[in-house]
Protein backbone atom coordinates (compact mmCIF):
# COMPACT_ATOMS: atom_id res chain seq x y z
CA UNK A 1 0.00 0.00 0.00
CA UNK A 2 1.33 3.21 -0.68
CA UNK A 3 1.86 5.71 2.23
CA UNK A 4 0.21 8.76 0.76
CA UNK A 5 -3.33 6.65 0.92
CA UNK A 6 -2.12 5.98 4.92
CA UNK A 7 -3.76 8.05 7.84
CA UNK A 8 -2.77 7.42 11.05
CA UNK A 9 -4.14 9.34 14.12
CA UNK A 10 -5.38 9.16 17.79
CA UNK A 11 -8.33 11.32 20.01
CA UNK A 12 -7.18 12.77 22.80
CA UNK A 13 -9.14 14.89 25.48
CA UNK A 14 -10.33 15.21 28.93
CA UNK A 15 -11.87 12.21 31.13
CA UNK A 16 -15.52 11.85 29.79
CA UNK A 17 -15.31 14.90 26.85
CA UNK A 18 -16.19 11.92 23.71
CA UNK A 19 -13.56 10.10 22.62
CA UNK A 20 -14.91 6.39 23.04
CA UNK A 21 -18.13 7.80 21.42
CA UNK A 22 -16.52 9.68 18.48
CA UNK A 23 -14.75 6.21 17.75
CA UNK A 24 -18.22 4.69 17.29
CA UNK A 25 -19.60 7.32 15.35
CA UNK A 26 -16.16 6.83 12.52
CA UNK A 27 -16.47 3.04 12.70
CA UNK A 28 -19.93 3.22 12.14
CA UNK A 29 -20.20 6.08 9.27
CA UNK A 30 -17.30 4.02 7.85
CA UNK A 31 -19.25 1.07 7.46
CA UNK A 32 -16.16 -1.16 9.62
CA UNK A 33 -19.11 -2.39 12.13
CA UNK A 34 -22.64 -3.45 11.65
CA UNK A 35 -25.61 -1.75 12.63
CA UNK A 36 -27.02 -4.66 14.34
CA UNK A 37 -23.73 -4.94 16.05
CA UNK A 38 -23.06 -1.91 17.13
CA UNK A 39 -23.20 -0.58 21.08
CA UNK A 40 -21.80 2.12 23.13
CA UNK A 41 -17.81 2.33 23.78
CA UNK A 42 -17.16 -0.78 21.20
CA UNK A 43 -13.33 -0.36 21.55
CA UNK A 44 -13.60 -0.81 25.04
CA UNK A 45 -13.06 -4.33 25.44
CA UNK A 46 -12.22 -4.81 29.03
CA UNK A 47 -15.17 -4.97 31.80
CA UNK A 48 -14.09 -2.86 33.98
CA UNK A 49 -13.82 -0.06 31.17
CA UNK A 50 -17.62 -0.82 30.75
CA UNK A 51 -18.48 -1.02 34.42
CA UNK A 52 -16.55 2.26 35.27
CA UNK A 53 -17.40 4.03 31.67
CA UNK A 54 -13.85 4.95 31.30
CA UNK A 55 -10.83 3.91 28.66
CA UNK A 56 -7.72 2.15 30.56
CA UNK A 57 -5.94 0.67 27.38
CA UNK A 58 -5.12 2.64 24.36
CA UNK A 59 -6.96 0.49 21.76
CA UNK A 60 -6.23 0.52 18.15
CA UNK A 61 -8.52 -0.12 14.82
CA UNK A 62 -7.74 -0.14 11.14
CA UNK A 63 -10.64 2.22 9.41
CA UNK A 64 -11.14 2.03 5.36
CA UNK A 65 -12.91 5.27 4.27
CA UNK A 66 -13.39 6.29 1.12
CA UNK A 67 -12.99 9.89 0.77
CA UNK A 68 -14.57 12.54 -1.70
CA UNK A 69 -11.56 12.92 -3.87
CA UNK A 70 -13.01 9.16 -4.72
CA UNK A 71 -9.72 7.39 -3.29
CA UNK A 72 -9.58 4.66 -0.52
CA UNK A 73 -7.91 5.56 2.34
CA UNK A 74 -6.44 3.78 5.43
CA UNK A 75 -7.19 5.16 8.61
CA UNK A 76 -5.30 3.76 11.79
CA UNK A 77 -7.30 5.38 14.91
CA UNK A 78 -5.96 4.05 18.40
CA UNK A 79 -8.82 5.91 20.63
CA UNK A 80 -6.95 6.59 24.22
CA UNK A 81 -8.04 7.08 27.89
CA UNK A 82 -8.72 10.34 29.16
CA UNK A 83 -7.76 10.30 33.14
CA UNK A 84 -4.58 11.10 34.09
CA UNK A 85 -3.34 8.35 35.31
CA UNK A 86 -3.00 6.54 32.20
CA UNK A 87 -1.13 9.62 30.34
CA UNK A 88 1.48 6.84 29.63
CA UNK A 89 -0.88 5.18 27.24
CA UNK A 90 -1.24 8.44 25.42
CA UNK A 91 2.04 9.52 24.84
CA UNK A 92 3.09 6.11 23.22
CA UNK A 93 -0.33 5.83 21.03
CA UNK A 94 1.09 9.90 19.88
CA UNK A 95 4.45 8.60 19.06
CA UNK A 96 2.41 5.84 16.55
CA UNK A 97 0.69 8.72 15.08
CA UNK A 98 1.33 11.55 12.75
CA UNK A 99 -1.97 13.67 13.82
CA UNK A 100 -4.71 14.31 16.90
CA UNK A 101 -8.39 15.07 17.12
CA UNK A 102 -8.09 17.39 20.08
CA UNK A 103 -11.62 16.91 21.58
CA UNK A 104 -13.28 19.25 23.94
CA UNK A 105 -16.53 19.05 25.66
CA UNK A 106 -19.26 22.30 24.66
CA UNK A 107 -20.87 22.28 28.10
CA UNK A 108 -17.61 21.99 30.31
CA UNK A 109 -15.15 23.57 28.18
CA UNK A 110 -11.01 23.14 28.06
CA UNK A 111 -9.92 21.27 31.85
CA UNK A 112 -6.82 20.05 32.74
CA UNK A 113 -6.36 17.19 30.82
CA UNK A 114 -7.10 19.00 27.55
CA UNK A 115 -4.02 21.21 27.97
CA UNK A 116 -1.90 18.33 28.96
CA UNK A 117 -2.69 16.07 25.57
CA UNK A 118 -2.17 18.95 23.87
CA UNK A 119 1.58 19.80 25.25
CA UNK A 120 1.99 16.26 24.81
CA UNK A 121 0.66 16.50 20.93
CA UNK A 122 2.88 19.67 20.43
CA UNK A 123 5.91 17.49 21.46
CA UNK A 124 5.25 14.74 19.48
CA UNK A 125 4.82 17.30 16.43
CA UNK A 126 1.63 16.14 15.16
CA UNK A 127 -1.30 18.07 13.27
CA UNK A 128 -3.61 18.65 15.67
CA UNK A 129 -7.47 19.18 14.34
CA UNK A 130 -9.57 20.86 17.16
CA UNK A 131 -13.21 19.54 17.56
CA UNK A 132 -15.76 20.72 19.67
CA UNK A 133 -18.03 17.82 20.99
CA UNK A 134 -21.29 17.78 22.52
CA UNK A 135 -22.81 20.77 20.26
CA UNK A 136 -26.13 19.18 20.56
CA UNK A 137 -26.27 19.74 24.27
CA UNK A 138 -28.89 21.81 26.19
CA UNK A 139 -26.10 23.69 27.88
CA UNK A 140 -23.52 23.70 24.90
CA UNK A 141 -21.78 26.86 25.59
CA UNK A 142 -19.57 26.81 22.20
CA UNK A 143 -18.27 30.45 22.16
CA UNK A 144 -17.42 30.26 25.56
CA UNK A 145 -15.44 26.75 24.94
CA UNK A 146 -13.91 28.44 21.70
CA UNK A 147 -12.84 31.69 23.54
CA UNK A 148 -10.88 29.65 26.88
CA UNK A 149 -9.30 27.66 23.51
CA UNK A 150 -7.90 31.15 22.62
CA UNK A 151 -6.42 32.21 26.26
CA UNK A 152 -5.56 29.31 27.58
CA UNK A 153 -3.72 27.66 24.59
CA UNK A 154 -2.30 31.11 23.12
CA UNK A 155 -1.57 32.76 26.37
CA UNK A 156 -1.22 29.98 28.97
CA UNK A 157 0.27 26.71 27.69
CA UNK A 158 3.40 27.45 24.99
CA UNK A 159 3.30 30.41 22.46
CA UNK A 160 4.23 28.09 19.64
CA UNK A 161 0.89 25.98 19.84
CA UNK A 162 -1.01 28.96 18.65
CA UNK A 163 0.71 28.38 15.34
CA UNK A 164 -0.15 24.81 15.19
CA UNK A 165 -3.56 24.75 16.19
CA UNK A 166 -6.09 27.43 14.96
CA UNK A 167 -9.02 28.56 17.16
CA UNK A 168 -11.32 31.43 15.77
CA UNK A 169 -11.84 34.77 17.22
CA UNK A 170 -14.77 35.24 19.41
CA UNK A 171 -16.33 37.03 16.14
CA UNK A 172 -15.91 34.09 14.03
CA UNK A 173 -17.97 31.41 16.31
CA UNK A 174 -20.98 30.57 14.84
CA UNK A 175 -24.10 31.34 17.13
CA UNK A 176 -25.12 28.08 18.92
CA UNK A 177 -28.40 27.72 17.32
CA UNK A 178 -27.09 27.95 13.84
CA UNK A 179 -24.15 25.45 14.74
CA UNK A 180 -26.50 22.81 16.52
CA UNK A 181 -28.32 22.62 13.05
CA UNK A 182 -25.55 22.82 10.84
CA UNK A 183 -23.16 20.66 13.06
CA UNK A 184 -20.90 21.33 10.32
CA UNK A 185 -17.02 22.49 9.68
CA UNK A 186 -16.36 26.32 10.31
CA UNK A 187 -12.98 27.10 8.85
CA UNK A 188 -10.02 25.44 10.72
CA UNK A 189 -12.58 24.33 13.87
CA UNK A 190 -15.21 21.27 13.87
CA UNK A 191 -18.26 21.32 16.17
CA UNK A 192 -19.92 17.98 16.08
CA UNK A 193 -21.86 15.84 18.08
CA UNK A 194 -20.39 12.07 18.31
CA UNK A 195 -23.84 11.20 20.10
CA UNK A 196 -25.68 11.71 17.01
CA UNK A 197 -23.00 12.09 14.21
CA UNK A 198 -23.26 15.62 13.60
CA UNK A 199 -19.63 16.62 12.21
CA UNK A 200 -18.38 13.11 11.83
CA UNK A 201 -17.82 13.59 7.97
CA UNK A 202 -16.12 16.76 8.06
CA UNK A 203 -13.65 15.30 10.99
CA UNK A 204 -13.03 12.08 8.41
CA UNK A 205 -12.57 14.98 5.33
CA UNK A 206 -10.22 17.03 7.80
CA UNK A 207 -8.27 13.80 8.57
CA UNK A 208 -7.65 12.86 5.05
CA UNK A 209 -6.77 16.27 4.05
CA UNK A 210 -4.70 17.80 6.58
CA UNK A 211 -2.74 14.81 8.45
CA UNK A 212 0.23 14.24 6.58
CA UNK A 213 1.07 10.24 5.21
CA UNK A 214 3.38 8.52 7.04
CA UNK A 215 6.87 8.63 5.92
CA UNK A 216 9.65 5.97 5.64
CA UNK A 217 9.38 3.73 2.72
CA UNK A 218 8.85 0.01 2.33
CA UNK A 219 12.09 -0.62 0.25
CA UNK A 220 14.48 0.72 3.40
CA UNK A 221 15.62 -1.80 6.22
CA UNK A 222 12.94 -2.92 8.49
CA UNK A 223 12.27 -0.64 11.72
CA UNK A 224 9.22 -1.54 13.81
CA UNK A 225 7.95 0.14 16.93
CA UNK A 226 6.03 -2.54 19.61
CA UNK A 227 3.50 0.29 20.59
CA UNK A 228 2.09 -2.63 23.08
CA UNK A 229 1.57 -6.43 23.53
CA UNK A 230 -0.76 -9.25 24.99
CA UNK A 231 0.11 -12.86 26.18
CA UNK A 232 -2.14 -15.66 24.59
CA UNK A 233 -1.38 -19.12 25.99
CA UNK A 234 -1.68 -20.44 22.34
CA UNK A 235 0.37 -18.18 20.43
CA UNK A 236 2.63 -16.64 23.01
CA UNK A 237 3.46 -13.30 22.48
CA UNK A 238 1.48 -11.02 20.56
CA UNK A 239 3.76 -7.60 19.40
CA UNK A 240 2.13 -4.62 18.20
CA UNK A 241 3.63 -2.38 16.15
CA UNK A 242 3.67 0.16 13.66
CA UNK A 243 5.78 0.06 10.62
CA UNK A 244 7.95 3.29 10.46
CA UNK A 245 10.85 1.09 7.57
CA UNK A 246 10.52 -1.45 5.42
CA UNK A 247 8.18 -4.59 5.97
CA UNK A 248 7.54 -7.58 7.28
CA UNK A 249 6.42 -10.90 5.59
CA UNK A 250 5.14 -13.82 7.27
CA UNK A 251 7.68 -16.91 7.46
CA UNK A 252 10.46 -13.86 7.32
CA UNK A 253 12.70 -13.67 10.31
CA UNK A 254 12.84 -10.92 12.91
CA UNK A 255 14.93 -9.82 15.46
CA UNK A 256 14.54 -7.67 18.70
CA UNK A 257 17.27 -5.23 19.04
CA UNK A 258 17.48 -4.70 22.90
CA UNK A 259 17.69 -8.80 22.83
CA UNK A 260 19.63 -9.52 20.04
CA UNK A 261 16.98 -12.55 19.54
CA UNK A 262 15.39 -13.73 16.31
CA UNK A 263 12.43 -15.38 15.85
CA UNK A 264 10.36 -16.83 12.40
CA UNK A 265 6.98 -14.72 11.81
CA UNK A 266 4.29 -16.59 11.81
CA UNK A 267 1.47 -14.25 11.49
CA UNK A 268 0.90 -10.78 10.48
CA UNK A 269 -2.08 -8.58 10.54
CA UNK A 270 -4.13 -5.82 11.27
CA UNK A 271 -6.53 -4.66 13.77
CA UNK A 272 -10.38 -4.46 12.95
CA UNK A 273 -12.77 -4.13 15.79
CA UNK A 274 -13.14 -6.69 18.09
CA UNK A 275 -11.06 -9.16 16.32
CA UNK A 276 -7.69 -9.04 14.65
CA UNK A 277 -7.45 -9.79 10.76
CA UNK A 278 -4.53 -12.47 9.32
CA UNK A 279 -2.63 -10.64 6.39
CA UNK A 280 0.64 -11.52 4.69
CA UNK A 281 2.60 -8.35 4.75
CA UNK A 282 2.99 -5.41 7.31
CA UNK A 283 4.74 -2.26 5.19
CA UNK A 284 5.97 0.98 5.98
CA UNK A 285 3.44 3.63 7.81
CA UNK A 286 0.79 1.08 8.89
CA UNK A 287 -0.09 -0.23 12.05
CA UNK A 288 -0.52 -4.45 12.62
CA UNK A 289 0.54 -6.99 15.04
CA UNK A 290 3.07 -9.84 14.87
CA UNK A 291 3.50 -13.05 16.40
CA UNK A 292 6.59 -14.99 16.12
CA UNK A 293 6.55 -18.20 18.58
CA UNK A 294 7.97 -15.42 21.23
CA UNK A 295 7.02 -17.36 24.53
CA UNK A 296 9.30 -15.59 27.36
CA UNK A 297 7.70 -12.85 28.15
CA UNK A 298 10.88 -10.71 29.15
CA UNK A 299 12.41 -11.38 25.27
CA UNK A 300 9.61 -8.18 24.80
CA UNK A 301 9.79 -4.64 25.50
CA UNK A 302 7.63 -1.65 24.81
CA UNK A 303 9.38 1.26 22.86
CA UNK A 304 11.78 -1.82 21.24
CA UNK A 305 12.54 -2.02 17.63
CA UNK A 306 11.42 -4.96 15.52
CA UNK A 307 14.11 -5.44 12.30
CA UNK A 308 15.54 -8.10 10.24
CA UNK A 309 18.67 -9.85 11.43
CA UNK A 310 19.86 -10.17 7.84
CA UNK A 311 19.32 -6.45 6.79
CA UNK A 312 19.17 -4.55 9.85
CA UNK A 313 17.78 -0.74 11.00
CA UNK A 314 21.13 1.21 11.22
CA UNK A 315 20.21 2.31 15.08
CA UNK A 316 17.26 1.22 17.10
CA UNK A 317 14.11 3.97 16.83
CA UNK A 318 14.01 6.72 19.56
CA UNK A 319 11.36 3.96 21.37
CA UNK A 320 9.47 5.90 24.65
CA UNK A 321 10.63 7.78 27.80
CA UNK A 322 10.56 5.40 30.45
CA UNK A 323 7.62 5.15 33.12
CA UNK A 324 8.40 6.35 36.58
CA UNK A 325 6.33 5.47 38.74
CA UNK A 326 4.86 7.67 41.66
CA UNK A 327 3.01 5.70 44.05
CA UNK A 328 4.09 2.30 45.75
CA UNK A 329 2.39 -0.63 47.53
CA UNK A 330 2.81 -4.09 48.17
CA UNK A 331 0.85 -6.96 46.83
CA UNK A 332 0.32 -10.07 48.74
CA UNK A 333 -1.76 -13.82 47.59
CA UNK A 334 -4.40 -14.11 50.64
CA UNK A 335 -2.47 -17.66 50.46
CA UNK A 336 0.83 -18.16 50.71
CA UNK A 337 0.65 -21.03 47.86
CA UNK A 338 -0.67 -18.45 45.26
CA UNK A 339 2.75 -16.64 45.07
CA UNK A 340 3.86 -18.16 42.01
CA UNK A 341 0.57 -18.14 40.37
CA UNK A 342 0.24 -14.06 41.36
CA UNK A 343 4.60 -13.74 39.72
CA UNK A 344 3.30 -15.26 36.92
CA UNK A 345 0.51 -13.16 36.37
CA UNK A 346 1.88 -10.40 36.96
CA UNK A 347 4.15 -10.96 33.97
CA UNK A 348 1.54 -11.66 31.89
CA UNK A 349 -0.44 -8.30 32.83
CA UNK A 350 2.68 -6.42 32.27
CA UNK A 351 2.98 -6.81 28.95
CA UNK A 352 -0.44 -5.24 28.41
CA UNK A 353 0.48 -2.56 31.03
CA UNK A 354 3.54 -1.88 30.81
CA UNK A 355 2.90 1.49 33.28
CA UNK A 356 4.03 -0.60 36.63
CA UNK A 357 6.89 -2.26 38.07
CA UNK A 358 7.42 -4.93 40.75
CA UNK A 359 9.93 -6.46 42.80
CA UNK A 360 9.66 -9.66 44.59
CA UNK A 361 9.70 -9.14 48.53
CA UNK A 362 9.04 -10.68 51.53
CA UNK A 363 7.08 -9.86 54.83
CA UNK A 364 6.96 -11.36 58.12
CA UNK A 365 3.28 -10.90 58.30
CA UNK A 366 2.20 -12.12 54.89
CA UNK A 367 5.03 -13.96 53.60
CA UNK A 368 6.14 -13.47 49.74
CA UNK A 369 4.96 -10.73 47.62
CA UNK A 370 5.36 -8.24 45.11
CA UNK A 371 6.11 -4.51 45.77
CA UNK A 372 4.42 -2.70 42.74
CA UNK A 373 4.82 0.77 41.15
CA UNK A 374 2.35 2.87 39.68
CA UNK A 375 1.04 5.96 38.03
CA UNK A 376 -1.78 6.56 40.35
CA UNK A 377 -4.11 5.28 42.71
CA UNK A 378 -6.64 4.58 40.01
CA UNK A 379 -3.92 3.01 38.02
CA UNK A 380 -3.22 0.86 41.43
CA UNK A 381 -6.62 0.00 41.80
CA UNK A 382 -6.91 -1.19 38.40
CA UNK A 383 -4.27 -3.10 38.44
CA UNK A 384 -5.09 -5.12 41.60
CA UNK A 385 -8.87 -6.17 40.32
CA UNK A 386 -7.62 -6.74 36.72
CA UNK A 387 -5.19 -9.58 38.31
CA UNK A 388 -8.22 -10.61 40.84
CA UNK A 389 -10.65 -10.86 37.80
CA UNK A 390 -8.71 -12.26 34.97
CA UNK A 391 -6.27 -14.23 36.96
CA UNK A 392 -8.98 -15.37 39.70
CA UNK A 393 -6.44 -14.37 42.85
CA UNK A 394 -7.46 -12.88 46.31
CA UNK A 395 -4.93 -10.30 47.18
CA UNK A 396 -3.75 -7.79 49.93
CA UNK A 397 -3.10 -4.08 49.26
CA UNK A 398 -0.58 -2.16 51.36
CA UNK A 399 -0.78 1.38 52.41
CA UNK A 400 0.43 3.17 49.26
CA UNK A 401 3.65 5.73 49.44
CA UNK A 402 5.56 7.77 47.48
CA UNK A 403 9.51 7.46 47.19
CA UNK A 404 11.19 9.70 49.66
CA UNK A 405 14.68 10.60 49.63
CA UNK A 406 16.57 9.87 52.91
CA UNK A 407 20.38 11.43 53.90
CA UNK A 408 21.70 9.27 56.46
CA UNK A 409 25.11 9.74 58.24
CA UNK A 410 26.17 7.25 55.61
CA UNK A 411 24.43 8.96 52.49
CA UNK A 412 21.11 9.23 50.67
CA UNK A 413 19.24 6.49 50.13
CA UNK A 414 15.52 6.31 48.46
CA UNK A 415 12.91 4.61 50.77
CA UNK A 416 9.58 3.21 48.29
CA UNK A 417 8.67 1.63 51.85
CA UNK A 418 8.15 2.86 54.92
CA UNK A 419 8.89 -0.50 56.18
CA UNK A 420 12.82 -0.13 55.16
CA UNK A 421 13.01 3.66 57.04
CA UNK A 422 16.38 4.12 58.68
CA UNK A 423 16.53 4.38 62.35
CA UNK A 424 15.81 7.56 63.81
CA UNK A 425 19.24 7.88 65.23
CA UNK A 426 20.75 8.10 61.96
CA UNK A 427 18.90 10.05 59.72
CA UNK A 428 20.07 13.95 59.52
CA UNK A 429 16.73 15.00 56.95
CA UNK A 430 14.12 13.26 54.99
CA UNK A 431 13.15 15.09 51.82
CA UNK A 432 10.01 14.16 49.65
CA UNK A 433 8.92 14.93 45.91
CA UNK A 434 7.07 17.72 45.02
CA UNK A 435 4.66 17.92 42.11
CA UNK A 436 2.87 21.09 40.39
CA UNK A 437 -1.00 20.84 40.29
CA UNK A 438 -3.11 22.62 37.74
CA UNK A 439 -6.63 22.57 38.54
CA UNK A 440 -9.06 24.35 36.31
CA UNK A 441 -12.77 25.47 38.14
CA UNK A 442 -15.64 27.24 38.33
CA UNK A 443 -15.31 30.54 39.81
CA UNK A 444 -17.46 30.18 42.77
CA UNK A 445 -15.42 27.09 44.12
CA UNK A 446 -11.97 28.73 44.23
CA UNK A 447 -12.18 29.49 48.12
CA UNK A 448 -13.13 25.70 48.47
CA UNK A 449 -10.08 24.72 46.29
CA UNK A 450 -7.73 26.86 48.38
CA UNK A 451 -8.59 25.40 51.63
CA UNK A 452 -8.33 22.00 50.71
CA UNK A 453 -4.67 22.75 49.29
CA UNK A 454 -3.16 25.68 50.89
CA UNK A 455 -4.48 24.47 54.47
CA UNK A 456 -5.26 20.60 54.47
CA UNK A 457 -2.50 19.41 51.87
CA UNK A 458 0.39 21.79 52.59
CA UNK A 459 0.39 23.36 49.33
CA UNK A 460 2.15 26.61 47.64
CA UNK A 461 0.48 28.92 45.18
CA UNK A 462 2.02 30.02 42.35
CA UNK A 463 -0.19 31.44 39.80
CA UNK A 464 -4.02 32.10 39.16
CA UNK A 465 -5.89 32.81 35.41
CA UNK A 466 -9.57 34.20 35.01
CA UNK A 467 -9.99 32.29 31.70
CA UNK A 468 -13.50 33.48 31.59
CA UNK A 469 -16.26 35.14 33.66
CA UNK A 470 -17.33 31.58 35.03
CA UNK A 471 -13.87 29.58 35.31
CA UNK A 472 -10.24 30.09 36.49
CA UNK A 473 -7.01 27.78 36.18
CA UNK A 474 -5.03 27.47 39.44
CA UNK A 475 -1.52 26.89 39.41
CA UNK A 476 0.43 24.99 42.83
CA UNK A 477 3.13 23.36 44.10
CA UNK A 478 2.35 20.61 46.66
CA UNK A 479 3.92 17.41 48.21
CA UNK A 480 3.03 13.66 46.27
CA UNK A 481 2.90 12.28 49.07
CA UNK A 482 -0.62 14.47 49.95
CA UNK A 483 -1.87 14.20 46.16
CA UNK A 484 -2.41 10.37 47.02
CA UNK A 485 -4.27 10.07 49.59
CA UNK A 486 -7.88 11.43 48.78
CA UNK A 487 -7.33 14.21 46.96
CA UNK A 488 -9.08 14.03 43.98
CA UNK A 489 -11.92 12.78 45.50
CA UNK A 490 -11.97 15.62 48.03
CA UNK A 491 -11.43 18.09 45.01
CA UNK A 492 -14.14 16.39 43.26
CA UNK A 493 -16.52 16.89 46.20
CA UNK A 494 -15.80 20.37 46.96
CA UNK A 495 -16.61 21.16 43.62
CA UNK A 496 -19.40 19.37 43.58
CA UNK A 497 -17.57 17.49 40.71
CA UNK A 498 -16.87 20.05 38.12
CA UNK A 499 -13.12 20.97 39.00
CA UNK A 500 -10.48 18.97 37.23
CA UNK A 501 -6.99 18.39 37.41
CA UNK A 502 -3.69 17.20 36.31
CA UNK A 503 0.01 17.50 37.74
CA UNK A 504 3.46 17.02 36.71
CA UNK A 505 6.86 15.93 39.21
CA UNK A 506 9.13 18.78 40.23
CA UNK A 507 12.02 18.36 42.63
CA UNK A 508 12.35 16.85 46.33
CA UNK A 509 12.06 19.43 48.91
CA UNK A 510 13.05 18.35 52.52
CA UNK A 511 10.18 17.99 54.54
CA UNK A 512 9.85 17.68 58.76
CA UNK A 513 8.42 13.94 58.35
CA UNK A 514 8.42 10.82 60.48
CA UNK A 515 7.45 7.36 60.23
CA UNK A 516 4.32 5.88 62.44
CA UNK A 517 4.17 2.72 63.03
CA UNK A 518 0.76 0.61 63.86
CA UNK A 519 1.25 -2.45 66.84
CA UNK A 520 -1.35 -4.67 66.84
CA UNK A 521 -1.56 -6.59 69.78
CA UNK A 522 2.30 -5.67 70.67
CA UNK A 523 3.71 -6.92 67.43
CA UNK A 524 4.58 -4.07 64.72
CA UNK A 525 2.63 -4.61 61.20
CA UNK A 526 5.11 -3.15 58.57
CA UNK A 527 2.29 -3.47 56.30
CA UNK A 528 0.59 -0.32 58.01
CA UNK A 529 2.99 1.77 58.62
CA UNK A 530 3.20 4.84 56.84
CA UNK A 531 5.18 8.31 56.79
CA UNK A 532 3.72 11.64 57.55
CA UNK A 533 4.22 15.07 58.35
CA UNK A 534 4.90 15.73 62.17
CA UNK A 535 1.94 18.24 62.29
CA UNK A 536 -0.33 15.38 61.04
CA UNK A 537 1.01 12.41 62.85
CA UNK A 538 -1.16 12.56 65.90
CA UNK A 539 -4.29 12.82 64.02
CA UNK A 540 -3.43 10.36 61.19
CA UNK A 541 -2.60 8.35 64.26
CA UNK A 542 -5.56 8.79 66.32
CA UNK A 543 -7.64 7.77 63.14
CA UNK A 544 -6.05 4.79 61.92
CA UNK A 545 -6.56 3.35 65.41
CA UNK A 546 -10.12 4.04 65.85
CA UNK A 547 -10.27 2.82 62.04
CA UNK A 548 -8.59 -0.43 62.87
CA UNK A 549 -10.49 -1.06 66.33
CA UNK A 550 -13.49 -0.96 63.83
CA UNK A 551 -12.25 -3.30 61.58
CA UNK A 552 -10.76 -6.05 63.39
CA UNK A 553 -12.56 -8.64 64.87
CA UNK A 554 -12.84 -9.56 68.26
CA UNK A 555 -10.54 -12.52 69.61
CA UNK A 556 -11.15 -13.83 72.36
CA UNK A 557 -8.50 -11.72 74.38
CA UNK A 558 -8.08 -8.23 74.40
CA UNK A 559 -6.29 -6.90 71.42
CA UNK A 560 -4.54 -3.26 71.94
CA UNK A 561 -3.83 -1.03 68.63
CA UNK A 562 -1.08 1.58 69.23
CA UNK A 563 0.32 3.96 66.84
CA UNK A 564 3.74 5.25 67.86
CA UNK A 565 6.64 7.36 66.44
CA UNK A 566 9.85 5.89 67.24
CA UNK A 567 9.63 4.70 71.07
CA UNK A 568 6.69 6.89 71.64
CA UNK A 569 3.27 5.90 71.76
CA UNK A 570 0.86 8.80 70.01
CA UNK A 571 -2.61 6.49 69.92
CA UNK A 572 -3.94 3.48 71.77
CA UNK A 573 -7.19 1.73 71.29
CA UNK A 574 -8.88 -1.45 72.89
CA UNK A 575 -11.18 -3.55 71.29
CA UNK A 576 -12.44 -6.23 74.44
CA UNK A 577 -12.14 -9.87 74.91
CA UNK A 578 -14.76 -12.29 73.57
CA UNK A 579 -16.34 -13.87 76.32
CA UNK A 580 -18.27 -17.11 76.61
CA UNK A 581 -20.66 -17.63 78.98
CA UNK A 582 -19.18 -20.32 81.17
CA UNK A 583 -21.98 -20.23 83.88
CA UNK A 584 -24.60 -21.05 81.56
CA UNK A 585 -25.10 -24.14 82.94
CA UNK A 586 -25.12 -23.72 86.57
CA UNK A 587 -28.98 -22.87 88.00
CA UNK A 588 -28.19 -21.86 91.34
CA UNK A 589 -26.10 -23.57 94.01
CA UNK A 590 -22.72 -22.16 95.66
CA UNK A 591 -21.27 -19.09 94.04
CA UNK A 592 -18.39 -20.48 94.50
CA UNK A 593 -18.74 -23.09 91.46
CA UNK A 594 -19.39 -20.00 89.39
CA UNK A 595 -16.02 -18.52 90.45
CA UNK A 596 -14.30 -20.83 90.20
CA UNK A 597 -15.28 -21.33 85.96
CA UNK A 598 -14.48 -17.39 85.55
CA UNK A 599 -10.97 -18.04 87.48
CA UNK A 600 -10.12 -20.95 84.52
CA UNK A 601 -11.39 -18.64 82.08
CA UNK A 602 -9.59 -15.89 82.95
CA UNK A 603 -6.77 -18.29 82.72
CA UNK A 604 -7.10 -19.49 79.77
CA UNK A 605 -7.61 -15.93 77.91
CA UNK A 606 -3.99 -15.17 79.33
CA UNK A 607 -2.74 -17.90 77.98
CA UNK A 608 -4.21 -17.05 74.51
CA UNK A 609 -3.22 -13.42 74.62
CA UNK A 610 0.25 -14.86 74.62
CA UNK A 611 0.23 -17.14 72.11
CA UNK A 612 -3.18 -16.17 70.16
CA UNK A 613 -2.29 -14.22 66.59
CA UNK A 614 -4.56 -11.41 65.36
CA UNK A 615 -6.20 -11.32 61.98
CA UNK A 616 -6.11 -8.37 60.31
CA UNK A 617 -8.79 -8.38 57.17
CA UNK A 618 -8.22 -6.74 54.23
CA UNK A 619 -10.60 -3.53 54.81
CA UNK A 620 -8.32 -2.77 57.54
CA UNK A 621 -5.64 -2.03 54.68
CA UNK A 622 -7.94 -0.24 52.59
CA UNK A 623 -9.42 2.08 55.69
CA UNK A 624 -6.32 3.70 55.61
CA UNK A 625 -6.98 5.83 52.06
CA UNK A 626 -10.21 6.87 53.55
CA UNK A 627 -8.47 8.53 56.79
Known amino acids: MENEFIRNFCIVAHIDHGKSTLADRILEMTGMVEKRDMQEQILDSMDLERERGITIKAKAVRIIYKADDGNDYTLNLIDTPGHVDFSYEVSRSLASCEGAILLVDASQGVEAQTIANANLAIQHELKIIPVINKIDLANAQIERTSSQLIKLLTLGVQPSLARQIWVPTREAVLHPTIVSQVGGMHDDVIFASAKNGQGTKEILESIVRKIPPPKGSSKNPLACLIFDSSFSPYEGV???????????????????????????????????????????????????????????????QIGDTVTHPDRPAVKPLPGYKKVKPMVFASIYPVSCGDFEMLKGSMEKLSLNDASFTYTVEDSPAFGPGLRCGFLGLLHMDIVKERLEREYNLELILTMPSVIYRVITHNGPVEIDNPAKMPQPGSIVKIEEPYIKVMIISPIKYVSNVMDLVLKRKRGIFKNMKYMDETQVYLDYEMPLGEMILDFYDQLKSISSGYASLDYEVLDYRLGDLVKVDVLVAGDRVDALSFIVHRDNADHR???????????????????????????????????????????????????????????????????????????????????????
Open 541 to 627: GRELAKQLKELIPRHMFEVAIQTAIGGKIIARETIPALRKFVTGKCYGGDITRKRKLWEKQKEGKKRMKMIGRVEIPQEAFLSILKI
Open 238 to 300: IVYVRVMEGKVRKGEKIKLMSTGKTYEVIKVGVFEPRKMIETNILSSGEVGYIIANIKDIRDT
